[in-house]
């Protein structure tokens, strides 16, 4: 059973074009993270959560934001796409044991 | 130099060898992740090891916590564990990975 879910698994959007991509965990975890990933490189963190507890990187653009209404449910929001931001978003969990990731969500950006 | 180095960048072999990728990290850890990642496809954490040495099926994680390295043993390799092997250190004051770059591993039928 998926135990993190991402949606869509694709996304076409356009320049300029607010976009928000999905993430639900049935897992109850109080952590949960988004991930940028550009092709042959390593995913790179844009944000966590500890609970309700935000954690912005340093170096994630403000055209990236992130809520979490829940524990169940987190969202990236990208304002303002630009070309560069094509890429997949991986969504995960996790324990001091171990990671859980979604399938992640390819953005494409026209 | 980054934290978390992995060596080789790049691995192809035949199938049926053992493989061995390997691990080194500069920085305090919690622990130690080997992930796996297939090609368009999504993560799949394999291990995470604090000591010591685990085995799952034909994949064997050890990690040696005073020289800081760790190495992801495949026994009798098959063309399907061609993927990218990727190892991360796992802060638990901050619940952060930091990423080694990934392994590119190809076995050949």
């Known amino acids: 059973d998926a135990m993190v879910i991402q949606n869509p698994r694709y996304q076409v959007t356009q320049f300029g074009k607010p976009v928000t991509l999905s993430c639900s965990q049935t897992l109850n975890h109080n952590v949960m993270y988004w991930y940028q990933q550009k092709s042959s490189q390593a995913p790179k963190l844009l944000f966590h959560y500890y609970d309700k507890d935000f954690n912005n990187e340093a170096d994630t653009p403000d055209n990236f934001q992130s809520r979490r209404p829940n524990t169940s449910f987190c969202f990236l929001d990208i304002r303002s796409p630009g070309l560069g931001d094509a890429a997949m978003y991986l969504c995960?969990?996790?324990?001091?044991?171990?990671?859980?990731f979604g399938p992640g969500t390819r953005l494409l950006v026209l | 130099k980054n934290e978390v180095e992995q060596s080789p960048q790049n691995l192809t072999a035949q199938e049926g060898e053992f493989i061995t990728i390997n691990c080194s990290y500069s920085?305090?850890?919690?622990?130690l992740h080997w992930l796996q990642q297939h090609p368009g496809g999504g993560i799949v954490s394999l291990f995470m090891?604090?000591?010591?040495?685990k085995k799952h099926g034909r994949l064997i994680a050890t990690i040696n916590i005073q020289e800081k390295h760790s190495s992801l043993h495949i026994t009798a390799s098959h063309p399907r564990d061609s993927a990218v092997y990727i190892c991360?250190?796992?802060?638990?004051?901050?619940?952060?990975?930091?990423w080694g770059a990934g392994t590119k591993l190809i076995i050949k039928p």
């Open positions: 920085v305090g850890i919690s622990a």
């Open positions: 090891l604090s000591s010591g040495k």
């Open positions: 995960a969990t996790s324990t001091k044991e171990t990671q859980y």
């Open positions: 991360a250190a796992f802060m638990d004051s901050n619940y952060q990975l930091i």
